[in-house]
């Protein structure tokens, strides 16, 4: 099927998007959020799979920010949690980011074994379709996953852009990705904000991220592409053409 756009739940493998698709990495809560806070902050950042793959990365890169969690607990040795309303209060953005995430930074270390893969969020939802729309006939929305779950906010953010690329003429390509639109493509954005996700954000006192999130939706006109293992801004991206949806979106 040409023009189709498939959304699915990462649950440690993508083979099957491998070839002929571009896939694109979704962690509302919190992974995709803070590397792309970092990445249009002007500041370099490296999704990594594991602690081993974090700290290894950072004998190369001595005055690097080790940034994430395991199990939502911040490890021994790491400056900050994956936090992107910690990272956005900062200013040295001359540091590289080293993001290492449960769930979410698993998914892109996958995706940049596929042809091609890009990372998006809430913030840069608009700008990834409009990319995606110009370069891509066959795309795999994917959201993270935790416990192999499909989380709320990040289906919600499968939906927001799957809709953006059936308004350029997409189709879905299955009944899973057409009821995923349906129940979520006009929601608000805080309509995921009872889910699991949220309260945990809530009962672990990160409420600052939370409140960035919902604070910050389609406020960045880039897209973003995963590139030998860093984020980094995708050519000639912007969210022209759109407005409306982010109106009514973002209300």
């Known amino acids: 099927m040409l023009n189709a756009v498939t959304i699915d739940c990462f649950r440690g493998d993508l083979a099957a998007y491998r070839t002929g698709y571009t896939v694109v ?3 509302v ?8 806070t ?3 902050g002007g500041r ?3 999704p990594v799979p594991t602690i081993s793959a974090a700290f290894k990365l950072a004998e190369q890169m001595p005055f690097a920010i080790l940034a994430g969690e395991q199990a ?3 490890p021994i040795g790491f400056h900050l949690n994956n936090s992107p309303s910690q990272l956005a209060s900062r200013t040295d953005v001359g540091r590289p980011l080293i993001l290492l995430s449960s769930s979410g930074t698993r998914l892109c270390h996958a995706a940049a074994e596929c042809e091609v893969a ?7 939802y608009i700008a990834t379709a409009n990319y995606l729309a110009k370069r891509s006939s066959a795309v795999a929305l994917i959201g993270a996953g935790t416990h192999d779950e499909f989380r709320e906010e990040d289906q919600m953010c499968c ?12 189709q879905a390509a299955d009944r899973s990705t057409v009821e995923t639109i349906r129940r979520w493509a006009s929601k608000p954005a805080d309509a995921w904000i009872t889910g699991k996700s949220a309260r945990f954000l809530r009962e672990s006192d990160q409420l600052a991220d939370l409140d960035f999130i919902l604070q910050h939706v389609a406020d960045v006109d880039q897209a973003f592409v ?6 980094l801004i995708a050519p000639e991206a912007s969210a022209d053409g759109l407005d409306n949806r982010r109106r009514a979106y973002s209300a």
């Open 226 to 231: 995963l590139e030998h293992g860093e984020v």
């Open 44 to 46: 370099r950042c490296f």
């Open 25 to 27: 990495a979704i962690d």
């Open 29 to 36: 809560v919190r992974a995709t959020t803070t590397a792309v």
């Open 72 to 74: 939502g607990i911040l």
């Open 118 to 124: 890009l990372v998006a969020c809430l913030r840069n």
């Open 38 to 40: 970092a990445a249009a």
């Open 159 to 170: 939906a927001w852009i799957a809709a953006c690329l059936l308004d350029f003429g997409y």
